[in-house]
């Protein structure tokens, strides 16, 4: 049998790394919501994710094109919820859902979108999902709603390396350079169109990159992509009293060697 999404020799619909990928971006799902109601109801995440600037506190939506990507996720992932439930006969139990926060000016904070819920509950059960006989529609369905969410939030952050594409075309392997803005989950190829999960490309990629040299915010950006996020005060820290520059860029700019980041790490008490 062949995938059905990228066309690899598996024996189930789809392969393990297209059935990975799913499962990545629905476990990413709740923060790329999140994004993405910033983008709807006009609010501005900056560098800090704990911080929201309130411009509308209204709950109103400023930008009916996210509102209805929203809808169309929530849509779209029911959907899919659905049909397992019935290929399986449960029943959906719906996630206790989270009160509404106020933020720290007061204005009552939005509700979350209950797509949320539903992408932790299928990204739990993606085996099954990836076994269903039309397995390669929600492959394309759930990347089509991430690589939609990517293009309608945005994200200010310069982008960050990824290593080359793992694709396998007929010519060989694509090796394009893929890139990734932090909180990224989804990185298209633009040479050979492939779709790749970022958390794992970036994973890969920073294990076999020990010896680069990066600046303080690649470092930060590149771990947050891996899936494995440094808060921004405790690397500040380690680089006031536990880690030296390795070398300066011709700015200025203190360049990190990546393997010292990650023995540090090995060496905190967990
Ligand atoms: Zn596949
Ligand atoms: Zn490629």
């Known amino acids: 049998m062949i995938c059905q999404a990228c066309e690899a020799k598996t024996q189930t619909p789809l392969c393990s790394h297209c059935t990975n990928t799913v499962r990545d971006i629905l476990d990413e799902m709740p923060r790329m919501l999140g994004y993405l109601d910033d983008t709807r109801y006009g609010h501005t995440r900056l560098a800090d994710p704990g911080t929201r600037h309130t411009r509308n506190g209204t709950g109103l939506n400023v930008n009916p094109p996210a509102a209805r990507l929203a809808r169309d996720t929530h849509l ?21 859902q989270k009160r509404p926060q106020r933020n720290n000016s007061g204005f009552q904070a939005y509700q979350p979108n209950p797509a949320s819920s539903i992408a932790l509950w299928l990204a739990q059960r993606t085996d099954k999902l990836a076994l269903l006989p039309d397995a390669g529609d929600a492959h394309r369905d759930i990347t089509w709603l991430a690589d939609r969410i990517e293009k309608t939030i945005n994200r200010p952050d310069p982008p960050i390396h990824l290593g080359p594409c793992p694709a396998i075309g007929p010519a060989g392997r694509c090796m394009a350079a893929l ?68 070398a300066w860029r011709h700015d200025g700019e203190p360049l990190y060697r990546v393997g010292d980041v990650y023995e540090h790490r090995k060496r905190q008490p967990v």
């Open 179 to 246: 890139t990734a803005r932090p909180g990224q989950v989804i990185a298209a190829c633009h040479t050979c169109g492939a779709k790749h999960a970022v958390r794992e490309l970036a994973a890969e990629h920073l294990r076999r990159t020990q010896h680069l040299q990066l600046t303080a915010a690649q470092i930060l950006g590149a771990l947050e992509l891996a899936g494995e996020p440094l808060s921004e005060r405790t690397w500040r820290r380690w680089r006031q009293y536990h880690i030296r520059p390795r």
């Open 76 to 96: 779209v992932l029911a959907n899919w919820a659905r049909t397992l439930c019935r290929v399986h006969n449960w029943r959906y139990q719906r996630p206790p």
